[in-house]
C-alpha cells in the first residue's frame, strides 16, 4: 500500500503516508510540518541508537525536502536557521553519517543561493568535497549545487548545460530519482534562455513524460499506488509546460484522466474534481469529442456525486444525455444512468433509482460486449439495491441480491464490486447476531481496499465495521475504526464526509449517555455541513443536535433545532425522517406539558407512516406515544399495550436495537408509576441484558443503579447470576446458589503466547491496551456463547460452559467461541499493526469432565471456580498449543467428531498424568 511500505518503523510509516496526503494536495505549510515531525522521528532514533543505515534515502529525502518546501513556502532564512540548529543537534548525539551530511550541505548550499549568498554556498560546495573524498563528483546532489554556482558566477551556459546533463539520464524506478529530477527542471524553467526552451528542454520533457508515465502504469500493477500518483504528477506537471505550445495533446489528456481517477481513489475529491473540470474545459475549448469526452464527464459525475454536490452532478448527467444520440459506446451509456440513479438514491429519490436500475438491466445491459462489464454493473446495480432494501429492513431479499451478486462474480474475485459484496453480506450477518463471520467478511473486503488504497471504499467499510462492532458490544473497537476515518479524511479536508463520520462518532458517545461528548460531535458535523449547503444533511444535523438538547432537559433550544430540522425535510420531502422529527417535538412539547402539540406531532407522524410504512417506525411511533403519555401522567391498558407493540415489532425486526432497551426502561418507568414493581423490575432486567450485549457498560451501570433503587435483592442476584450462570429459577429457588456441588462442565483456557517477552519491551499504557484488546475480545464471545468467565490470571482466561447444567452441546458452544476469538483478534490485528503496536497471538485448550464447583477459600477470602483434574488437564493443553492453535481433549472430540472440522494432534504425556492422552486440533 504505502510509499515505504518495505519498512518496519509502523511511526514513520504513518508519518510518510501523510506526509504523500498532504503533498498530492499542494499543501505547502502541512508538507513541512509534516517533514519537520519525519525529522524529530529520525532524531529520537539516533538517540535512542535505533538509527540503521536502511534509512539512509528516506533521511535524505526529507533532509532535501524540508529545504525545498522552505523555498516554497517563502522563508529560505528559517529555513537555513532550521538547518544550522540540525547540525548543532547531530553534534550533540554525536551523529556522523556520510549520506545524511552530504543530503545536508548540499540543500544548505541550495538554501544559500536562494538568498543570494554565493560565498556561504562555495562553502558548502568544499564542505561536501571533503566530506565524500573523491567520490564527491558521483554525488547528483553536488553536482547540482555546483551546476546552480555556475549560473550564479556568471558561468551560465555550463550551469545549464550540467543541468540538462542531469536530466538526460534514464529514469529509474526510484522515487527518489524522480523528485530530483523535478528540483532540476524546475531550476531549468527559471534559468534557461526563452530562446533555448522550446528546442532544447521540450524534447527532455517530452522524454520524462513517457518515461513516467510508463512506471506510474508500472507502479499500479505493483499496488505501489504512492510512487504511481507521483509519477503521474510529475508527469502532468512537464506536460502542463508542454501544453501551452500545443505539444502532446493526447499525453497531456490521459494523465490528466488517469491522475483524476487516482485523486479520486485516494480520496482527494476537490483535487480530482478540478482535474475532471480542467479536462471538461480543455476539450471543449479544443473541440475534442468521442471517448475523452464521455470519460471526463462522467468521472465528474461521479467525483461531485460523492461530494454531495447533487445539483451540479444533475447538470451534467442532463447535458450528457443530450449527447448519449453520438454515443455509440453502449458501456458509457450504462455508466451515465447507473451514475443518475446512484444520484437519486443518494438524494433520498430511491423509488427513482430504482425505476433507472431495472431500465439498465433491462435495455442496456445485455447489450453490453464484454462479460467483465456485465458482470461488474449487475453486481454494483445489486448491490444499490440491497442498500435500499437494507434501509428498510428486508434482510431476506438483501441476502437473495448479494449471493447473486457474488454468483456473477465468480470469476472477478479480484475486483472492488466482489469486496463491496462482501461487505453487503457482512452486514445482513451483523444484523442477524453472526459476528464471526460477519467480521470475517468485513476484514477481507478492508484488506482488499486497504491494499489497494481505495480510500473511498476503504471509508466506507471502517463506518460499516464501527456499527458492526457496535452491534458485537465493542464500543472502544468501534470507536478506532470512526477515529481512524475521520483522522483520514480531516488530512484531506473532506468536508462532504466527514460530517456523517462526526455525526456516527457522536452516535456512539449518546448510546453511552454520554451527551455533552455527543454535543461536541454534532456541533462539529452541523458547522461543516452548513459549508456544503446539503439540505438533506443539514436536516440531520439539526435533528441531532435537537435530540441531544432533548436529552439534557434543554427543551427551548431542542425545539429550535427540532423545528429548522422539520423545515429542511419539509423542502425535500422526505416522509421517513420528518416521521423522527415529529417523534421528538411529541416528546419535547410532552416534557413542558403542551398536550395540544402533542397530539397534532404524534397525528402528523402517523399521517407521515402511512406513506413510508416502514415497520420500524411503526414501532418508533408506538414507543413515542406511550412515553408521551407516561409524561403527561396518563393511566390506562392503552399504555402498556403501546409499550408491549413496540417491543414486539423491535424483538422481531432488530433484537439488538437500542430503541428496545428504551422501550423496556420506559415500560419499566410506566409500571413503576402504577405500583406494578414485579414488571418494572423484570422490564429492568430485560433492558440490562441487551445492553450487556452491545457492551453499553455505562448505561448498565446506571440500569443497575435504577434496578438497585427498586430492589436490593434483584440486583444481587443479577450479579450472582452473572457470576454462577445459573438460570433464574435456580437464583430465585436457593439462598446458597454458591454451594460446592459435581458438575460436568466443559472448561476452556486460553492465553496470549510470547506475553513475558512482549511485556518486558512494552510501556505499562501499552501493555494496558494490549491486555484489554484481549480481555474484551475473549470475554465478549464467551458470554454470547452461554459461556462465564471463571478468572482472569495475567495473561490467561479460565471460562466454564455448562454452569446452569442443562446446556446443550457446550462441547460445541466451546469450539465456536475458541473460532470466534480467532477471527475477532484477526480484525484487532489489523488495528494493532496499523497503530504499530504488537500484534496478539493465543493458544487454546478444551477439555469435558466432572469438576468440584462452588465457593473455596477461607472465612476472609472466598473464590468461586472449578476444580479437578479436568481443569488441570485443559490447562496442559493450552500450554501445549502453538500460536493461534485449539487443542481439544478425546472427551470433546467424541462429542463433536462428525460436526467439526477436527484432525489427529498427538498422543502425549502431560504434567499430573500417569498415562498418555490423545490430542486433537480444531482446523
Not at 504513518?14 to 509534516?34: A, C, I, P, R, T
Not at 533532509?63 to 529560505?76: F, H, K, N, P, W
Not at 473511498?456 to 468501534?478: F, P, T, V, W
Not at 471456580?865 to 478425546?890: C, F, H, P, S, W
Request: some cysteine; overall charge neutral; proline content about 1%.
Amino acid at each position: 500500500m504505502a510509499f515505504i511500505n518495505t519498512y518496519e518503523n509502523k511511526k514513520l510509516l504513518k508519518l510518510f503516508e501523510e506526509l504523500f496526503d498532504y503533498y498530492f494536495q499542494d499543501k505547502h505549510n502541512s508538507v513541512l510540518d509534516q517533514l519537520l515531525k519525519i525529522n524529530n522521528e529520525f532524531l529520537l532514533l539516533i538517540s535512542q541508537e535505533k538509527y540503521i543505515n536502511e534509512y539512509n534515502d528516506l533521511y535524505v529525502f526529507a533532509i532535501l525536502a524540508i529545504g525545498d518546501y522552505y523555498t516554497l513556502t517563502l522563508d529560505s532564512h528559517k529555513g537555513l536557521r532550521f538547518f544550522k540548529e540540525l547540525f548543532l543537534k547531530f553534534e550533540k548525539l554525536k551523529f556522523y553519517n556520510v549520506d545524511i551530511y552530504l543530503a545536508f550541505y548540499s540543500k544548505l548550499g541550495e538554501l544559500y543561493i536562494d538568498i543570494d549568498n554565493i560565498s556561504k554556498a562555495t562553502e558548502c560546495q568544499s564542505r561536501c568535497q571533503i566530506i565524500a573524498k573523491d567520490t564527491y563528483q558521483n554525488y547528483e546532489n553536488f553536482k547540482l549545487l555546483s551546476a546552480l554556482i555556475d549560473i550564479k558566477i556568471e558561468k551560465h551556459n555550463a550551469g545549464i548545460n550540467a543541468l540538462l546533463k542531469l536530466l538526460q539520464n534514464s529514469a529509474s524506478a526510484d522515487v527518489f530519482d524522480y523528485c530530483f529530477k523535478n528540483r532540476v527542471i524546475k531550476y531549468l524553467l527559471k534559468y534557461i534562455a526563452p530562446k533555448e526552451y522550446e528546442n532544447v528542454l521540450f524534447p527532455l520533457l517530452l522524454k520524462n513524460i513517457d518515461e513516467l508515465f510508463g512506471f506510474s502504469e508500472l507502479f499500479k500493477a505493483e499496488f505501489k499506488f504512492h510512487k504511481s500518483l507521483i509519477c503521474l504528477k510529475s508527469a502532468m506537471f512537464y506536460a502542463s509546460e508542454l501544453i501551452r505550445n500545443k505539444v502532446a495533446v493526447p499525453k497531456y489528456l490521459e494523465i490528466l484522466i488517469n491522475l483524476a481517477k487516482m485523486s479520486y481513489d485516494f480520496g482527494f475529491h476537490n483535487k480530482a474534481l478540478q482535474l475532471f473540470e480542467q479536462g471538461m474545459y480543455f476539450v471543449e475549448t479544443e473541440n475534442i469529442s468521442g471517448e475523452l469526452f464521455y470519460k471526463l464527464h462522467i468521472g465528474a459525475i461521479r467525483t461531485l456525486s460523492i461530494m454531495k454536490n447533487y445539483p451540479r452532478a444533475f447538470t451534467l448527467i442532463d447535458k450528457l444525455e443530450k449527447r448519449l444520440e453520438y454515443c455509440e459506446d453502449i458501456e458509457y451509456q450504462v455508466r451515465l444512468y447507473y451514475e443518475k440513479a446512484l444520484c437519486k438514491s443518494k438524494f433520498g429519490n430511491d423509488k427513482e433509482a430504482l425505476q433507472i436500475f431495472k431500465y439498465i438491466e433491462e435495455k442496456l445491459l445485455e447489450h453490453c460486449k464484454y462479460d467483465f462489464f456485465k458482470a461488474r454493473y449487475k453486481a454494483k446495480i445489486n448491490n444499490q439495491k440491497c442498500f435500499i432494501l437494507l434501509k428498510n429492513y428486508e434482510i431476506k431479499k438483501a441476502v437473495e441480491l448479494y449471493n447473486q451478486s457474488l454468483k456473477g462474480l465468480n470469476a472477478y474475485r479480484h475486483t472492488f464490486e466482489y469486496a463491496e459484496t462482501l461487505c453487503g453480506i457482512a452486514q445482513t450477518l451483523s444484523a442477524n447476531e453472526i459476528h464471526a463471520d460477519s467480521l470475517k467478511f468485513f476484514m477481507t473486503a478492508f484488506n482488499k481496499f486497504y491494499e489497494n488504497y481505495s480510500i473511498n471504499r476503504l471509508i466506507n467499510s471502517m463506518q460499516l465495521i464501527s456499527k458492526h462492532y457496535i452491534r458485537a458490544g465493542d464500543i472502544n473497537e468501534a470507536m478506532y475504526y470512526i477515529d481512524e476515518a475521520i483522522r483520514i479524511l480531516e488530512i484531506r479536508e473532506n468536508i462532504q464526509e466527514l460530517p456523517l463520520l462526526y455525526s456516527q462518532k457522536a452516535k456512539i458517545y449518546l448510546l453511552q449517555n454520554l451527551y455533552q461528548k455527543a454535543e461536541e460531535f454534532f456541533k462539529k458535523d452541523l458547522s461543516i455541513t452548513k459549508q456544503t449547503e446539503n439540505i438533506h444533511s443539514l436536516a440531520f444535523s439539526y435533528y441531532h443536535l435537537g435530540l441531544v438538547y432533548q436529552k439534557q432537559d434543554m427543551t427551548n433550544i431542542a425545539e429550535t433545532y427540532l423545528k429548522k430540522s422539520l423545515e429542511y425535510f419539509n423542502v425535500i420531502d422526505n416522509p421517513n425522517n420528518k416521521i423522527l422529527v415529529l417523534l421528538q417535538l411529541a416528546i419535547n412539547n410532552a416534557k413542558i406539558g403542551l398536550v395540544k402539540y402533542v397530539t397534532k406531532y404524534l397525528n402528523d407522524a402517523e399521517n407521515c407512516w402511512k406513506y413510508a410504512k416502514n415497520r420500524l417506525l411503526q414501532a418508533h411511533i408506538l414507543l413515542v406515544k406511550g412515553i408521551c403519555y407516561t409524561i403527561l401522567n396518563k393511566r390506562g391498558k392503552q399504555i402498556e399495550e403501546l409499550f408491549k407493540s413496540a417491543i414486539k415489532l423491535y424483538e422481531n425486526l432488530d433484537p439488538l436495537n437500542n430503541d428496545l432497551i428504551e422501550a423496556y426502561y420506559e415500560l419499566s418507568i410506566y409500571y413503576e408509576k402504577t405500583a406494578n414493581f414485579k414488571d418494572a423490575i423484570n422490564c429492568l432486567k430485560s433492558s440490562i441484558e441487551i445492553c450487556k450485549k452491545i457492551g453499553l457498560f455505562e448505561k448498565v451501570n446506571f440500569l443497575l443503579e435504577k434496578l438497585n433503587q427498586l430492589s436490593e435483592l434483584e440486583t444481587q442476584k443479577m450479579k450472582l447470576l452473572s457470576m454462577t450462570g445459573a438460570d433464574n429459577d435456580y437464583v430465585e429457588e436457593n439462598d446458597n446458589a454458591l454451594k460446592v456441588s459435581n458438575k460436568y462442565l466443559v472448561i476452556f483456557f486460553v492465553d496470549i503466547r510470547g506475553f513475558t517477552t512482549i511485556s518486558e519491551n512494552l510501556e505499562i499504557a501499552k501493555l494496558e491496551s494490549l491486555l484489554n484488546d484481549f480481555y474484551t475480545s475473549v470475554t465478549k464471545i464467551i458470554t454470547q456463547n452461554n459461556g462465564i468467565i471463571n478468572k482472569f490470571i495475567g495473561d490467561s482466561v479460565l471460562a466454564l460452559f455448562n454452569m446452569s447444567g442443562n446446556d446443550n452441546n457446550p462441547e460445541e458452544k466451546a469450539i465456536k467461541s475458541a473460532k470466534e476469538i480467532l477471527i475477532r483478534l484477526e480484525g484487532i490485528n489489523q488495528r494493532r499493526k496499523n497503530t504499530g503496536e504488537p500484534i496478539i497471538e493465543i493458544g487454546i485448550g478444551i477439555n469435558a469432565g466432572n469438576v468440584l464447583l462452588g465457593a473455596f477459600g477461607s472465612f476472609q477470602r472466598l473464590e468461586y471456580t472449578a476444580i479437578g483434574d479436568a481443569v488441570n488437564t485443559a490447562a496442559r493443553l493450552q500450554d501445549l498449543a502453538k500460536k493461534n492453535e485449539v487443542l481439544i481433549t478425546e472427551s470433546v472430540y467424541e462429542k463433536l467428531k462428525n460436526t467439526s472440522n477436527i484432525s489427529f494432534y498427538s498422543e502425549t504425556e502431560v504434567k499430573g498424568k500417569h498415562h498418555k492422552i490423545k490430542i486433537y486440533k480444531v482446523n
